[in-house]
Nanobody, 123 residues
Framework: QVQLAESGGGLVRPGGSLRLSCVVSGGTFSSYTMGWFRQAPGKEREFLAFIFRTGHPYYEDSVKGRFTISRDNAANTVYLQMNSLKLEDTATYYC?????????????????WGQGTQVTVSS
């Protein structure tokens, strides 16, 4: 059974940075397309970025230029570097994995999810 574990969340001031990590176990990490999503209270889960097995990334427009997704297949880990954080970036952040094709911006495409890590941007 595939398990995902996020870490790296916390409290940061506007304009600050955080690096989230997601370690995958119990599966073949190099075969997965990996995605990052977030969910704020009372809102739907929002797509942020995904990265193909090849390492090619894709971003949602609102985070393009601020967030960077990357992966280390040797460490079974996907990262999300977040810079220039804004108050509206406050949310629980989730990583997800899929070995199937489809619309990678749609949460339903993903088979496995982490438990989430909280990011709070506040002055």
């Amino acid at each position: 059974q595939v398990q995902l574990a996020e870490s790296g969340g916390g409290l940061v001031r506007p304009g600050g940075s955080l690096r989230l990590s997601c370690v995958v176990s119990g599966g073949t990490f190099s075969s997965y397309t990996m995605g990052w999503f977030r969910q704020a209270p009372g809102k739907e889960r929002e797509f942020l970025a995904f990265i193909f097995r090849t390492g090619h990334p894709y971003y949602e427009d609102s985070v393009k230029g601020r967030f960077t997704i990357s992966r280390d297949n040797a460490a079974n880990t996907v990262y999300l570097q977040m810079n220039s954080l804004k108050l509206e970036d406050t949310a629980t952040y989730y990583c997800a994995a899929t070995s199937t094709g489809g619309n990678y911006a749609n949460p339903r495409t993903y088979d496995s999810w982490g438990q989430g890590t909280q990011v709070t941007v506040s002055s």
